[in-house]
């Protein structure tokens, strides 16, 4: 496959899971300032700029401004809008490696946006937030169904699992600055989609230990750090052709990429619950860095940029 087409799938599939997951956390967000009137604007979403990596702004912070440059903001691929525009263009330059009902179901989605945001004015941006995760849903089990389980689909779940295991850090963290109550983790369960099954899980006990143990270490909820770090790794594996020359699975693994994966999924597997808890704050800016480090690895593995050929004319002696 062409390190250029590798590519365009590796990122449709981080930006797409994250404008879902930016609508996710922006969701929670507003949900928590409007449930708790003690806490403050300001200081709350100078908070979660802060760990979404938005940088500092010179004007008053309010939750429309956050929303305003989270959420709407065309120009910045952090935010759903830019992100959602970021994986239609790279999907344009992988039409003949993903299937037209992919093409199509992001096409229609980011010609349904300008609808979409001016309902938005008039019901809320819930409803705006709502909207975008169901189209990256459809977005996700069409390539579920419609790609073959090649090397493009390999990229393409890779992608997705790295920008998962960031953003539900992410999300964590969010969670952790904002005090960590009770009502706290109730919304972010809802907002992860993982409430029905964390109350199959635990019989209804909700409390810190549990919440957090079920978010980052359930081996069977596809949303968890460690599902999709075993998702990542499992990719990566099945990238790395087998039988060459110290290739085989004798010393270890093969690539930078897998080694930094490795560590932080054992990281995270072997060790105990209430260490996890207790270190939470630091465990997660630990994942985050993991992500960063990871996509750096995998840029330089599989998508390095030739410089252009250089012709020099023959010189006569």
Request: overall charge neutral; aromatic content about 8%; proline content about 3%.
């Given at each position: 496959?062409?390190?250029?087409?590798?590519?365009?799938?590796?990122?449709?599939?981080?930006?797409?899971?994250?404008?879902?997951?930016?609508a996710?956390i922006?969701?929670?967000?507003?949900?928590?300032?409007?449930?708790?009137?003690?806490?403050?604007?300001?200081?709350a979403?100078?908070?979660?700029?802060?760990?979404?990596?938005?940088?500092?702004?010179?004007?008053?912070?309010?939750a429309?401004?956050?929303?305003?440059?989270?959420?709407?903001?065309?120009?910045?691929?952090?935010?759903?809008?830019?992100?959602?525009?970021?994986a239609?263009?790279?999907?344009?330059?992988?039409?003949?490696?993903?299937?037209?009902?992919?093409?199509?179901?992001?096409?229609?989605?980011?010609?349904?946006?300008?609808?979409?945001?001016?309902?938005?004015?008039?019901?809320?941006?819930?409803?705006?937030?709502?909207?975008?995760?169901?189209?990256?849903?459809?977005?996700?089990?069409?390539?579920?169904?419609?790609?073959?389980?090649?090397?493009?689909?390999?990229?393409?779940?890779?992608?997705?699992?790295?920008?998962?295991?960031?953003?539900?850090?992410?999300?964590?963290?969010?969670?952790?600055?904002?005090?960590?109550?009770?009502?706290?983790w109730?919304?972010?369960?809802?907002?992860?989609?993982?409430?029905?099954?964390?109350?199959?899980?635990?019989?209804?006990?909700?409390?810190?230990?549990?919440?957090?143990?079920?978010?980052?270490?359930?081996?069977?909820?596809?949303?968890?750090?460690?599902?999709?770090?075993?998702?990542?790794?499992?990719?990566?594996?099945?990238?790395?052709?087998?039988?060459?020359?110290?290739?085989?699975?004798?010393?270890?693994?093969?690539?930078?990429?897998?080694?930094i994966?490795?560590?932080?999924?054992?990281?995270?597997?072997?060790?105990?619950?209430?260490?996890?808890?207790?270190?939470?704050?630091?465990?997660?800016?630990?994942?985050?860095?993991?992500c960063?480090?990871?996509?750096?690895?995998?840029?330089?593995?599989?998508?390095?940029?030739?410089?252009?050929?250089?012709?020099?004319?023959?010189?006569?002696?």
């Amino acid at each position: 496959m062409l390190s250029r087409i590798a590519e365009s799938l590796y990122w449709i599939g981080r930006y797409v899971e994250r404008a879902e997951d930016t609508a996710r956390i922006l969701d929670v967000h507003l949900h928590r300032m409007l449930a708790d009137p003690w806490v403050d604007e300001a200081t709350a979403c100078r908070s979660l700029l802060t760990v979404m990596g938005a940088g500092k702004l010179d004007q008053p912070v309010t939750a429309a401004r956050v929303v305003g440059v989270l959420g709407l903001d065309a120009e910045s691929p952090s935010s759903v809008v830019g992100a959602l525009a970021a994986a239609r263009e790279n999907a344009r330059g992988a039409r003949e490696t993903i299937s037209a009902d992919m093409w199509e179901c992001l096409n229609s989605t980011w010609h349904g946006l300008p609808a979409v945001r001016r309902r938005a004015e008039q019901q809320g941006v819930h409803a705006f937030f709502r909207w975008v995760r169901e189209r990256c849903a459809v977005m996700a089990g069409l390539t579920d169904a419609t790609m073959s389980r090649d090397e493009g689909w390999l990229f393409l779940v890779l992608g997705r699992s790295v920008e998962r295991v960031d953003m539900t850090a992410r999300l964590l963290s969010t969670h952790v600055r904002a005090g960590g109550s009770i009502p706290s983790w109730l919304t972010l369960l809802r907002s992860c989609g993982a409430w029905e099954t964390f109350l199959r899980t635990y019989r209804g006990s909700l409390d810190d230990r549990y919440a957090a143990e079920f978010l980052l270490l359930d081996r069977l909820f596809p949303r968890s750090v460690f599902a999709a770090l075993s998702r990542a790794e499992g990719c990566l594996r099945e990238l790395e052709p087998a039988g060459g020359p110290g290739q085989p699975g004798r010393t270890g693994v093969s690539t930078e990429a897998q080694r930094i994966i490795g560590r932080a999924r054992t990281g995270l597997e072997f060790r105990a619950a209430d260490e996890l808890i207790d270190d939470l704050a630091a465990v997660l800016a630990g994942l985050e860095r993991t992500c960063s480090q990871v996509n750096d690895a995998v840029s330089r593995r599989y998508f390095r940029q030739t410089s252009a050929v250089a012709w020099l004319p023959e010189t006569v002696s």
